[in-house]
């Protein structure tokens, strides 16, 4: 169910669902000093479900999924991982969830074999059960043929992909994702996002975080977007381009003179519903019909000497929505 946030949320309403809830979260918040990190955040996430939470860094998702690892007290809130509480039953939450941190979290001088082994006993497994647990996380991220080897000589991905071992070495019901292929090479990516989905159609339960339209689009089964600490609209992915409605995205560049008077002027303009001026001084505009409008748009940048160089429409989509909803450009917030 699409819900777009206009007014705090109510704890317990923030999706329909049909199936057994994993992670249920009602009015979280967390400050730090004067600053509010996180804002009333309330959504659930359904067992076997993909969930992103999308957003600009700064949006707070972060902070959200390490009060949700009881890495972090909130201020004010709850939330049920498994029908476990983050605030009184942690012990047990964190035996529950497994954490993909943004930080790679290994020992860069012993072996992928040796990490896990290491933190395979810190989650209580010893003996042929660590064993073996191994041996099927090596074999499930792809490093059995690098498994001696030390960590310090594997490529990003590589850390990556032994990253997200690590978290399934308890078999988790429920797995955090927090921006796990931020910094690494396409095929790496590739190979991460396809785990996911692999993980998932054998039963795991994600919530992932994401600056990336593009994965949020292809993994889930629900998007929550995230801003200045607050979720600002959740649904899936065709309810959240349904806001946008049929208007169209137009991205532009211009040779020279201020673009903010040509934003002005444009944004004037009958069937111009949207202008944002970018940090590379493009500007994105949505608009009613593009057809109808850049002839206009010629019109006035010629009128004001300048030269449009670009023009690249596309249909909506998750940065539109973004960029409908706050005004900015979601890769440029």
């Keep these: 169910m699409l819900q777009v946030v206009t007014q705090p949320q109510v704890p317990g309403k923030a999706a329909n669902h049909n199936g057994p809830i994993a992670i249920r979260v009602e009015g979280l918040g967390k400050n730090f000093d004067k600053i509010q990190a996180v804002q009333d955040v309330s959504f659930e996430v359904e067992e076997g479900q993909i969930v992103s939470l999308l957003g600009p860094n700064g949006a707070g998702k972060t902070t959200t999924l390490s009060m949700l690892a009881c890495l972090l007290r909130p201020d004010s809130g709850d939330a049920w991982i498994m029908d476990y509480s983050i605030k009184t039953e942690a012990a047990a939450v964190k035996q529950a969830i497994g954490v993909v941190p943004q930080e790679i979290a290994l020992y860069s001088d012993l072996s992928a074999k040796e990490n896990l082994q290491f933190w395979g006993k810190m989650y209580g497994l010893r003996g042929p059960k660590l064993t073996g647990r191994v041996e099927e996380i090596l074999e499930l991220v792809g490093l059995t043929e690098r498994q001696k080897g030390p ?120 069937g111009v519903n949207r202008v944002s001026l970018n940090e590379d001084n493009s500007l994105t505009l949505l608009v009613s019909d593009s057809n109808l409008i850049l002839p206009n748009l010629f019109e006035v940048a010629t009128g004001l000497g300048a030269r449009i160089t670009s023009v690249d429409i596309q249909e909506p989509n998750l940065e539109a929505v973004f960029l409908h909803l706050t005004g900015r450009g979601l890769r440029d917030s």
């Design 151 to 270: 960590v310090a000589k594997f490529s990003g991905g590589m850390k990556r992909r032994l990253n997200i071992g690590v978290a399934l070495l308890h078999r988790p019901q429920v797995l955090y994702m927090d921006e796990p292929t931020v910094g690494i090479d396409p095929q790496s990516r590739r190979n991460i996002l396809d785990s996911v989905k692999k993980l998932n159609r054998e039963g795991m339960t994600v919530l992932y975080t994401t600056h990336y339209m593009e994965e949020a689009q292809e993994l889930s089964n629900r998007i929550i977007i995230m801003d200045q600490g607050k979720v600002i609209v959740q649904g899936t992915h065709q309810e959240l381009v349904k806001i946008v409605g049929e208007q169209d995205r137009i991205n532009l560049t211009v040779s020279q003179v201020v673009p903010k008077e040509i934003a002005e002027r444009w944004h004037a303009l009958e």
